[in-house]
Nanobody, 120 residues
Framework: QVQLVESGGGLVEPGGSLRLSCAAS????????MGWYRQAPGKQRELVAG???????NYVDSVKGRFTISRDNAKNTVYLQMNSLKFEDTAVYYC??????????????WGQGTQVTVSS
């Protein structure tokens, strides 16, 4: 079982920055693929950014060049640095930990979510 605790959300003006953090419990954090998802009102949850155990990174097109995902395995923490925030970035942001065993079983864990509101 993995517990994920997000922090760092809040209210920010357009063009501003926020850094989200997700602290994970457990001893095999480094083996998980970590991701940040978001869900805006009336929309489906979407993957914003992901980082594998081998540090491969991917972003949804709408945040490329503005958001940066990183991880610190020594601290069991994944970060999402969000710059040049736009109104459309407003959403609840969720941290996800994904792991697949050698036998093919997949496990997904979710944090409780943190609200990011971009407003003037």
């Amino acid at each position: 079982q993995v517990q994920l605790v997000e922090s760092g959300g809040g209210l920010v003006e357009p063009g501003g920055s926020l850094r989200l953090s997700c602290a994970a419990s457990g001893s095999i954090f480094s083996m998980y693929t970590m991701g940040w998802y978001r869900q805006a009102p009336g929309k489906q949850r979407e993957l914003v950014a992901g980082i594998t155990s081998g540090l491969r990174i991917n972003y949804v097109d709408s945040v490329k060049g503005r958001f940066t995902i990183s991880r610190d395995n020594a601290k069991n923490t994944v970060y999402l640095q969000m710059n040049s925030l736009k109104f459309e970035d407003t959403a609840v942001y969720y941290c996800n930990a994904h792991y697949v065993t050698v036998s093919g079983f997949g496990y997904d864990y979710w944090g409780q979510g943190t609200q990011v509101t971009v407003s003037s």
